[in-house]
């Protein structure tokens, strides 16, 4: 252990306190997205914090400070997947739409001048749990990528700094995993 005495030791608690309150919520949405389950989301949300208190002498500012937590988040989502995929699934079928991991809904539209009719709601909210279904059913990978792309509405450039994948590469594995998406609520549909 190196013994080197911290310049403003009373500044490291209240920042690193701002940077927990200013961004916990979003770690545990993305979290929450990628895991699907909002214990461990939480669980992984702390991870995070323990790591960027940990190594924030690492980040050297070569991306947005931002970019590089949610790396760290990323990282310690899908780890945690392997994690809990070494779990045992006793009597779990996959294939049972009721039994697919749930993710949460995106925050609501803002108002509209016009209420929709009660019919148009309620089809709203059963296509949008069909398509937080799917996204839960894809891959970490992919699910990764449309969780920043689609959900936090992320730069394929902030994208590329948070997974190391070129845009390219970042923009093919999107459109597979919007092909299997639409594939798996044109299969549940029916």
Request: charged residues 35%; negative net charge.
């Given at each position: 252990m190196i013994d080197r005495p911290w310049p403003r030791a009373n500044a490291i608690p209240a920042a690193f306190d701002e940077l927990f309150r200013?961004?916990?919520?979003?770690?545990?949405?993305?979290?929450?997205r990628v895991v699907g389950d909002q214990g461990a989301a939480e669980d992984v949300a702390q991870d995070v914090f323990i790591t960027v208190f940990?190594?924030?002498?690492?980040?050297?500012?070569?991306a947005k400070f931002s970019t590089w937590l949610l790396r760290i988040a990323a990282n310690h989502s899908k780890n945690r997947i392997k994690?809990?995929?070494?779990?045992?699934?006793?009597?779990?079928?996959p294939d049972?739409?009721?039994?697919?991991?749930?993710?949460?809904?995106?925050?609501?539209?803002?108002?509209?001048s016009q209420i929709d009719a009660p019919d148009k709601i309620l089809e709203g909210a059963q296509t949008n749990a069909l398509i937080q279904q799917a996204i839960a059913d894809?891959?970490?990978?992919?699910?990764?990528?449309?969780?920043?792309?689609?959900?936090?509405?992320?730069s394929y450039d902030e994208i590329g700094e948070i997974t190391g994948l070129p845009e390219g590469t970042i923009k093919s594995r999107l459109h597979r995993a919007r092909m299997a998406i639409k594939e798996w609520v044109d299969r549940h549909t029916r």
């Open positions: 200013a961004e916990y919520a979003r770690v545990v949405r993305i979290a929450y940990k190594t924030i002498e690492t980040f050297r500012g070569e994690h809990l995929a070494r779990r045992p699934t006793e009597g779990v079928d049972d739409v009721s039994q697919v991991r749930s993710l949460p809904d995106r925050p609501a539209p803002p108002v509209q894809l891959d970490e990978d992919q699910r990764l990528l449309v969780v920043l792309r689609d959900v936090e509405e992320l």
